[in-house]
T-cell receptor, first 114, second 114 residues
Framework: AQSVTQLGSHVSVSEGALVLLRCNYS??????LFWYVQYPNQGLQLLLK??????LVKGINGFEAEFKKSETSFHLTKPSAHMSDAAEYFC????????????FGQGTELSVKP | ETGVTQTPRHLVMGMTNKKSLKCEQH?????MYWYKQSAKKPLELMFV???????ENNSVPSRFSPECPNSSHLFLHLHTLQPEDSALYLC?????????????FGQGTRLTVV
């Protein structure tokens, strides 16, 4: 069985500050892990993914995430927040290589203050 | 058209109506998915189709009836829905069998049941 927990349903940062969105997972098999972003009234867009290659994964828009097996974590970071980063972020886990059978976390809404 | 397209973007229907949601993927993928996104709840996987065959139904009520006539098209037929079925319905596709594959999502259909 698999599950995902995102700590914090809402995170607020100032423009230029570090963004840290937390994700912990549970999986009985080696996981595939994903971060997606959703802008208002839009679908989900892939930010980055971990598929058992490098543990530090770089994605689009300056985001990156580090897979830490010992902590069962896959936290998302960005060194400097931009106003355009305001959106909802979802962490997801998959136990196979289908790509679309995903277990999602509850989501974290990121607000960026000027 | 590129990516995954869903129509209509918005739908309001009465509880006795019958309507259909349409999804088309232009990515040459071999798997398609329906997800439900309700307020305050994680995204829920509803149905999975691999090579046009339904491979997963996550205990979805029979008032939701999927159809996948070919690998590029996916429908969700709706009838006698309840107000709690109001949600954003997202379609996704992926290429099963490709290492590190990911899901591509459409923009969703916002359904309101009155």
């Amino acid at each position: 069985a698999q599950s995902v927990t995102q700590l914090g349903s809402h995170v607020s940062v100032s423009e230029g500050a570090l963004v840290l969105l937390r994700c912990n997972y549970s999986s009985s098999v080696p996981p595939y892990l994903f971060w997606y972003v959703q802008y208002p009234n839009q679908g989900l867009q892939l930010l980055l993914k971990y598929t058992s290659a490098a543990t530090l994964v770089k994605g689009i828009n300056g985001f990156e995430a580090e897979f830490k097996k010992s902590e069962t974590s896959f936290h998302l970071t960005k060194p400097s927040a931009h106003m355009s980063d305001a959106a909802e972020y979802f962490c997801a886990v998959s136990g196979d290589n289908q790509g679309g059978k995903l277990i999602f976390g509850q989501g974290t809404e990121l607000s960026v203050k000027p | 058209e590129t990516g995954v397209t869903q129509t209509p973007r918005h739908l309001v229907m009465g509880m006795t109506n019958k309507k259909s949601l349409k999804c088309e993927q232009h990515l040459g993928h071999n798997a398609m998915y329906w997800y439900k996104q309700s307020a305050k709840k994680p995204l829920e996987l509803m149905f999975v189709y691999n090579f046009k065959e339904q491979t997963e139904n996550n205990s979805v009520p029979s008032r939701f009836s999927p159809e996948c006539p070919n690998s590029s098209h996916l429908f969700l037929h709706l009838h006698t829905l309840q107000p709690e079925d109001s949600a954003l319905y997202l379609c996704a596709s992926s290429q099963v069998g490709t290492i590190g594959t990911e899901a591509f999502f459409g923009q969703g259909t916002r359904l309101t049941v009155v």
